[in-house]
T-cell receptor, first 113, second 110 residues
Framework: GAGVSQSPSNKVTEKGKDVELRCDPISGHTALYWYRQRLGQGLEFLIYFQGNSAPDKSGLPSDRFSAERTGESVSTLTIQRTQQEDSAVYLC???????????FGPGTRLLVL | DAKTTQPPSMDCAEGRAANLPCNHSTISGNEYVYWYRQIHSQGPQYIIHGLKNNETNEMASLIITEDRKSSTLILPHATLRDTAVYYCIAPRDSNYQLIWGAGTKLIIKP
């Protein structure tokens, strides 16, 4: 079956602009995660969605970052007024149940000039 | 939180077994240990997970010590395509986050 997909695969933007990143999880997966990965570093947790529960936003680095998820489907991560330090790969993962095996998308490579 | 500690890098000869260690001395009784790997420029890929017993699948074997304070991922016959960063992680007990360290960069040499 189809895996996790993300779009766009690459995004170049100018400092101060807003960007929106999209994640399509595996159908039926109730949990969805967003991570950030800076060059040469490990994954940094951003936000977690589980079913209709309130999302865990504890990893969002600032109020410029926000995310939404419609039911158990698509999620969008929005970064407002982008800064150069926001340049990274943004990874989305989904799992069938909480703390279950996570399946990752290919990521969106964001470059802020 | 169950913090994990891994060596930053390892080498292994092609065709030999690669043994990747991980310390998770603060893991609690109901926390699983998960292993993922990330090949360059790709998203992480699930390998295996376990709680107490040793586990084996088509990709690897996972050996967990009796006290659960450490584990070893074994790739029985490493190939060049196994060159990747390997992450050992354990979920937080309360709010489902997975804490990712820097992982081990495994280089398979011909």
């Amino acid at each position: 079956g189809a895996g996790v997909s993300q779009s766009p695969s690459n995004k170049v933007t100018e400092k101060g602009k807003d960007v929106e990143l999209r994640c399509d999880p595996i159908s039926g997966h109730t949990a969805l995660y967003w991570y950030r990965q800076r060059l040469g570093q490990g994954l940094e947790f951003l936000i977690y969605f589980q079913g209709n529960s309130a999302p865990d936003k504890s990893g969002l680095p600032s109020d410029r970052f926000s995310a939404e998820r419609t039911g158990e489907s698509v999620s969008t991560l929005t970064i407002q007024r982008t800064q150069q330090e926001d340049s990274a790969v943004y990874l989305c993962a989904s799992s069938l149940k909480p703390r279950g095996t996570q399946y990752f998308g290919p990521g969106t490579r964001l470059l802020v000039l | 939180d169950a913090k994990t500690t891994q060596p930053p890098s390892m080498d292994c000869a092609e065709g030999r077994a690669a043994n990747l260690p991980c310390n998770h001395s603060t893991i609690s009784g109901n926390e699983y240990v998960y292993w993922y790997r990330q090949i360059h420029s790709q998203g992480p890929q699930y390998i295996i997970h376990g709680l107490k017993n040793n586990e084996t699948n088509e990709m690897a074997s996972l050996i967990i010590t009796e006290d659960r304070k450490s584990s070893t991922l074994i790739l029985p016959h490493a190939t060049l395509r196994d060159t990747a960063v390997y992450y050992c992680i354990a979920p937080r007990d309360s709010n489902y986050q997975l804490i990712w360290g820097a992982g081990t960069k495994l280089i398979i040499k011909p």
